[in-house]
């Protein structure tokens, strides 16, 4: 396992003003994640783990401390470069695939090379959305629309569209919520698989002892504060 920090959280907390009142719902988290590990979060509803989500994704920022991203800190970094930062080095991947229904499964992914990957010539994205597809196992359901997908199969195009882009990190967010065991299975066999021909850095938000229980590491988030749980063997 490398030991660069892909993440250093340094002091994190977030508040949100909600109905005249301050919701805390991150604490002065410290927390480094290396590169190339596989990282699972749980924690009560409630606890967290959407909002750290949020701020590893450099989806918001917090309102204290700071968060590093690769030699880069989200809490000071502009709309645009955040923009460019999550379209460069983040895949998401979500519990309801987030789909285009008027889109195949290969517009889908092609989605991907938007704003700053839009350099990408129309051959060359088109070859690299069917490479992604093929490496799911969807190579002959490129044309599909979501509708005439099953949810394991969507979410294959939903991890089709997060890696095309060579991310640095993955984060998943409760990735096999919404389907049933089966399939939830040989979705965390496609994304462990990833993780380690890749080398990339995955973290998951997860309810599913199961699920977190393939991960490298695993942390607690409750009540805004990260602890660290015992890890498989």
């Known amino acids: 396992m490398a030991s660069r920090p892909v993440y250093r959280l340094t002091n994190v907390s977030k508040t949100y003003e909600q109905k005249n ?56 970094l502009g709309d645009r470069a955040l923009t460019d930062l999550r379209a460069t080095e983040i895949g998401f991947v979500f519990q309801g695939f987030n789909l285009i229904p ?37 190579g002959e359901r490129l044309d599909h629309l979501p509708a005439e997908l099953s949810g394991g199969q969507q979410q294959r195009v939903a991890i089709a569209r997060a890696l095309v882009k060579d991310p640095r990190v993955l984060l998943a967010d409760e990735p096999t919520g919404a ?5 939830r299975d040989e979705i965390m066999a496609i994304i462990e698989r990833q993780w380690r021909d890749r080398g ?5 938000v997860t309810h599913d002892s199961w699920v977190a229980g393939r991960a490298e590491r695993r942390l607690l988030l409750q009540q805004g504060q990260v602890r660290e749980l015992p890890s498989r063997p």
Do not use: H, W
């Open 102 to 138: 008027t889109l195949t499964a290969l517009e889908n992914v092609e989605t991907a090379f938007a704003g700053s990957l839009a350099k990408q010539s129309r051959q060359e994205v088109r070859r690299r959305a069917t490479d992604a597809l093929q490496e799911v196992g969807l």
């Open 200 to 204: 990339l850095t995955v973290v998951i």
């Open 179 to 183: 389907l049933d065991e089966g399939t």
């Open 21 to 76: 009142r301050t919701v805390t719902a991150l604490t002065d988290v410290d927390l480094v994640i290396p590169a190339g590990q596989l990282v699972a979060i749980q924690g009560p509803t409630g606890g967290g783990k959407s909002t750290l989500l949020q701020m590893l994704g450099a989806l918001d920022r917090p309102s204290a401390g700071s968060v590093d991203l690769a030699g880069r800190d989200v809490a000071t």
